[in-house]
Structure formats: C-alpha cells, structure tokens
C-alpha cells in the first residue's frame, strides 16, 4: 500500500475505497457513472473486499433495480400490468409555471412527463437542479376514460447521495500529506491511476475539474481521440453536464420560453461541450451571441427573462497531431479544427484557458485506478461545496504577483484559475510562497498564455503578450 493510500484510510475512513473494485463488481455493461457504481459497492462490501458473496448481492441488486436498455418495453409491460416496479435512473423534475405541474423525467423510459407528489420533490430538492440518481418506487394509473390519458406516478424515492459532509474535516486532514501524496489521491479519487503519469500530466488531469470547484471558469482542451477528456466529468460529479455533439438550442442552453424552463447554465456547475468538431449553431447565430455574454458575465436573456448563473462552460475537441505529438496546425492556430462560430476570436478569448490535452496518453488497461481514492459521491460534494467558499480567491489576489498582465480579462482569468488549484490542492491554505507559486499561479498563467497565443495567430489585432509571474 502506497504511503498516500495509507494516509487517506488512517484519516478519512468511511469514505475512501479501493478504486479498482469498481472494474471487477460487473458494472461495465451498465450506462451508470462511476460515482453511482461506488455506492452501490460500497454498500455489499465486507469488511472493505469484494467477496463472492458481495459479488453474488451485488449482481442480483443490478439485475434487478437496473435492467438493460433493451428490455424498456418488458419495464413498461410489467407498469401496464399494473405490477410495482423499482427502477435505479437519474431522475429530475421540471417545473412549468405555465401549467402549474411538476414533470418527472425517466431517462430509461424516455419519459419526461411522468408524475411525482410534492412531498417527495420537497424531501429531494436535488430533483430540481441537477438530478439524482436513485431507485425509485414507480406505478401505473390507466386512462378512466377514452379521453384521458395513463399516468405514471413515482410512489417512493432513494436516493444515491452521501450524507452530511464535513468539509472543515475534510481541509483539516489535507495538513497530514505532502503535496505529492495530495496530488496523487486526486488523481486517484478522480479514477485515474496516478503511478503511469508525469508531473505534466497529473496537472492536465487536475486542470479538468478546476471549473468543478470554482465558478464560471471557462476552458478548452483540445486532444486526439482516446485521452479520456470526458471521462472525469461525467464520472466524477453529478453537478457536470454533457452535450453531446450535433445542434445544441439557446432554448436548452438557457431558457425556454415556451415553456418557461430554466436552462441546463442554471441547474450545473459545469457544461461540457464534447465533441465541439461536431457542434452545429443555430441559424440565427442567438447561441454564439448568447454564450459571449455569459461567458463574459455570467448572465444571459432570452425573451422577457433575463437571469444570472454560475455554471463553468468547457469545450473538447479532437485535433490533429504530428509526428512530436504537438498540434499539425500549431503554427496556424490550433482552433483550425472547429467550427467557424466558435472561431471568433472575441468568443476565444472570453475562454480562461486552454488544456492542452495532447500532453495525455491514449487511455490504455493501465489507464483506471488500482488504489484507494475518495468516493466519488464524496468528493463530488465536496467540490461543490467548495465552490462557494471565498477566502481563496482572497489568498490570491494578496499573495499574487504578475508582470506584463494589464489586460483585466487577462487578471480576471488568471484569478479564477489560480484559485481553484489552490482550492483542490491546498484546502487547508497551508502552503509557502514557493508552493503557491509553483502549483497555483503558474499552471494558471500558462493556460491563460495559450489563449492570448492563440489570439495572436488569429488576430493581429490581439498584442503578443508574456505574462510573467514574480517570485520574491
């Protein structure tokens, strides 16, 4: 057992867990995020192994709360004939005032107009925002008339959710690991297998969940296929959401004004944009319009509604390399690769920074965690909760020295990212000046450097600027 495994066992107990268990409980054939498959194990563990016995209760609870996508029709079936049935989903709930009803959604059914009491939606406000995964008590009620339409109704609701965090316990620990051992705990807990990384590349995964920390922090990774870009956030928190590519709507983005429904920038901390090579805009360009105000200020309208939210915004993107394993158009601009809309430059440097993810391996059978790491319920939570801590960003603007940087788009960027690897990395704020340097002020210069890069080679326009930091 490594010395940072030891370390999180001795001090945070009950929710750390043998990450490679999760790849031998039978889950792979299921469409659930890891942070779920990890509740569900933990609870048939014995005493911390993954026995015959919690192999055998773990694969009877599966078979029967989450059945396969192909046997939907048997799942209604089994409603239509009236039968109970418990059914394990990401369910959420939407509201339109319009009608005054309450909509459950069922993603296995593809159903977004089924029925839930109020009292659950008030034990659950979690169903509002940014769903729950849980196994749910479902029921039919068939038409009284040829006029009327079936219902279904949720009777009951559990959720799959940790407890109370204490998040206090949580920084005070920090104070018993050395950075290294920190960093690699992260890694781990984020389900990736820190021994097979450089230092390089732990920041390039850690630099992937700075806007799950952090509000309003925009970034771009641009990688080959394969390096696992979305993995980490459809894994490791239930606060990300992503689309997919294709055509993507203000009316989805923002709000909807046909049925005056908030946007998914209202119900996420963060929203991926993958496979952004794919993305189709909107004909009257209103989405690209949109997203430059809210990128800018965290604000945006759509008819009589105006609003504000706090959701992060990231893009992924498939590009070329060469034979360096750098980007074939480095010279050009390495944005050649992506749709026109999003090309323009005013919309690019509204962006933090940019990953560079062609610093990262294909995903191989080495790539998944073989070590313990934090639950992903757990640490998903306590990323969330960190989001709305201020003293961080308060360390940095007093310990932060820049040169060269008079541009405030430049400052505010640098700001927002140094202060989600501080957050990440130095919960405790327990660091030195060389520390802080190092693992927080530097990263975040270099990824708001690759943005004014870029601008340069698009825009003459943009001055050639070279943040420096200052060390004393």
């Not at 005493?47 to 709360?65: C, H, P, Q």
């Amino acid at each position: 057992m490594l010395s940072f495994e030891q370390k999180a066992l001795d001090y945070y107990g009950d929710v750390i867990i043998n990450k490679s268990l999760i790849h031998k409980a039978g889950f792979s054939s299921r469409a659930i995020p890891a942070y779920v498959g990890e509740w569900i194990l933990y609870n048939f563990l014995v005493d911390g192994e993954l026995t015959e016995e919690s192999r055998n209760k773990i694969s009877a609870f599966v078979n029967r709360f989450l059945p396969q996508k192909g046997q939907k029709e048997e799942v209604k079936h089994r409603l239509l004939n009236m039968e109970n049935v418990k059914l394990l989903d990401d369910y959420s709930v939407s509201v339109n005032l319009k009608s005054g009803k309450r909509t459950l959604k069922i993603p296995f059914l593809d159903m977004n107009d089924a029925f839930i009491s109020d009292e659950i939606v008030d034990k659950n406000n979690l169903l509002l925002s940014s769903g729950v995964w849980g196994v749910a008590d479902l029921f039919y009620v068939p038409p009284s008339s040829p006029n009327e339409k079936g219902q279904l109704w949720m009777r009951d609701f559990k959720p799959f959710q940790v407890g109370s965090v204490d998040v206090d316990y949580y920084k005070e620990c920090r104070t018993n690991f050395t950075t290294e051992e920190w960093i690699d705990l992260i890694i781990s807990s984020m389900g990736f297998n820190p021994a097979i990384y450089t230092d390089e590349q732990k920041n390039v995964l850690i630099t992937r969940i700075l806007p799950l920390v952090e509000p309003r922090i925009n970034l771009v990774e641009l990688a080959p296929k394969g390096t696992g870009k979305s993995f980490v956030y459809g894994n490791v928190s239930r606060y990300a959401r992503i689309i997919g590519g294709g055509k993507i709507s203000p009316a989805v983005m923002f709000h909807h004004n046909g049925t005056n429904t908030p946007g998914i920038v209202t119900r996420y901390d963060v929203v991926i944009l993958d496979e952004v090579q794919s993305v189709q805009g909107d004909s009257t360009g209103e989405l690209i319009a949109g997203l430059k105000v809210y990128l800018e200020a965290g604000r945006f309208s759509r008819g009589n509604t105006e609003a504000s939210a706090e959701a992060g915004f990231v893009m992924l993107g498939n590009i070329t390399l060469d034979e360096q394993h750098q980007p074939v158009y480095q010279d050009e601009g390495i944005f050649k690769e992506i749709p026109n809309f999003l090309q323009e430059t005013a919309f690019i440097d509204r962006l933090h920074g940019i990953i560079a993810g062609w610093l990262m391996p294909r995903i191989s059978k080495d790539t998944p965690s073989k070590y313990f790491g934090f639950k992903g319920d757990f640490f998903s939570e306590v990323l969330h909760l960190l989001r709305s801590e201020p003293q961080y960003t308060d360390y940095v603007n007093l310990n932060m020295k820049l040169r060269d940087c008079n541009d405030l788009r430049d400052r505010k960027a640098i700001v927002r990212l140094a202060t989600a690897y501080l957050k990440i990395l130095f919960p405790d704020l327990k660091l030195t000046d060389k520390e802080f340097i190092k693992y927080c002020v530097k990263p975040a210069v270099e990824l708001r450097q690759r943005v004014r890069d870029e601008l340069y080679k698009m825009d003459r326009e943009y001055a050639k600027v070279n943040i420096k930091v200052i060390e004393e």
